[in-house]
Antibody, heavy 118, light 107 residues
Framework: EVQLVETGGGLIQPGGSLRLSCAAS????????MSWVRQAPGKGLEWVSV???????YFAASVKGRFTISRDNSKNTLFLEMNTLRAEDTAVYFC????????????WGQGTMVTVSS | EIVLTQSPGTLSLSPGERATLSCRAS???????LAWYQQKPGQAPRLLIY???SRATGIPDRFSGSGSGTDFTLTVSRLEPEDFAVYYC????????FGQGTKLEIK
C-alpha cells in the first residue's frame, strides 16, 4: 500500500524550532516531487514547500528563509525543518506527493499538528 | 502569485441535486494546470480533478471539471450524501496556490 505518515508535530514556543518527518512506503521519495501543505485551524490549505527529484527546492514567501525541506534517501523520508516559529505557523502540516503524470497532489499523509504558543 | 477566488463560499443543496462550484484565477493558469480537491472534517484532502478536466483514479464520474484560462468549474451531477464536504481548487502552473474553499452543505 502506498502511504505517507507524518510525525514530529507538537507544542513549541515562539522563536523555537521543530523538524517534521514524512515516512513513505510504496513509493520512493527521491524519485518523486514531494511537497508540504499546511492548514491553520478552521482555515484553508496553504502550500508551504516542494522538493523536486533533482533536488531543487522552493518555498512560499511566508516561510522562505525560516523553513528548509530535505529528504533522507536511505530512510525514504521527507523532512521539513522549521525555525524561528511564529504563532501564525500553527497548523496541521500535510506531506503530499506530486503526481508524476498529473502534477497535482495525488497522495497525502494524514497530517501532524504544530502549535506555536507560549 | 496567482490568486484563486472560489465561489460561492457556501453552497446549500439537497442529495440528488446538481452542484456547480467556481474557481477564478487572477491570471491565466499555465497549461490548464488546475486541480480540485475534496476535504472532509479531520481528513486529508483528496484529489478529484487535475488538468482542469481529468478525473483522478477512483473518482466517480458524477464529478467533472471544465474551464480554461482564468475560469474553471467543478460540477457534481447528482449529489450523494458523502459529497458534502469542502472543495478547494489549486493551480500548479506557476508555483502552487489554493483557493479559499467552497463548503458544500446539506440543505
Amino acid at each position: 500500500e502506498v502511504q505517507l505518515v507524518e510525525t514530529g508535530g507538537g507544542l513549541i514556543q515562539p522563536g523555537g524550532s521543530l523538524r517534521l518527518s514524512c515516512a513513505a512506503s510504496g513509493l520512493t521519495v527521491s524519485r518523486n516531487y514531494m511537497s508540504w501543505v499546511r492548514q491553520a485551524p478552521g482555515k484553508g490549505l496553504e502550500w508551504v514547500s516542494v522538493i523536486y527529484s533533482g533536488g531543487n527546492t522552493y518555498f512560499a514567501a511566508s516561510v522562505k528563509g525560516r523553513f528548509t525541506i530535505s529528504r533522507d534517501n536511505s530512510k525514504n523520508t521527507l523532512f521539513l525543518e522549521m525555525n524561528t516559529l511564529r504563532a501564525e505557523d500553527t497548523a496541521v502540516y500535510f506531506c503530499a506527493r506530486v503526481g508524476p503524470t498529473s502534477f497535482a497532489f495525488d497522495l497525502w499523509g494524514q497530517g501532524t499538528m504544530v502549535t506555536v504558543s507560549s | 502569485e496567482i490568486v484563486l477566488t472560489q465561489s460561492p463560499g457556501t453552497l446549500s443543496l439537497s442529495p440528488g441535486e446538481r452542484a456547480t462550484l467556481s474557481c477564478r484565477a487572477s491570471q491565466s493558469v499555465s497549461s490548464n494546470y488546475l486541480a480540485w480537491y475534496q476535504q472532509k472534517p479531520g481528513q486529508a484532502p483528496r484529489l478529484l480533478i487535475y488538468g482542469a478536466s481529468s478525473r483522478a483514479t477512483g473518482i466517480p464520474d458524477r464529478f467533472s471539471g471544465s474551464g480554461s484560462g482564468t475560469d474553471f468549474t467543478l460540477t457534481v451531477s447528482r449529489l450523494e450524501p458523502e459529497d458534502f464536504a469542502v472543495y478547494y481548487c489549486q493551480q500548479y502552473g506557476s508555483s502552487y496556490t489554493f483557493g479559499q474553499g467552497t463548503k458544500l452543505e446539506i440543505k
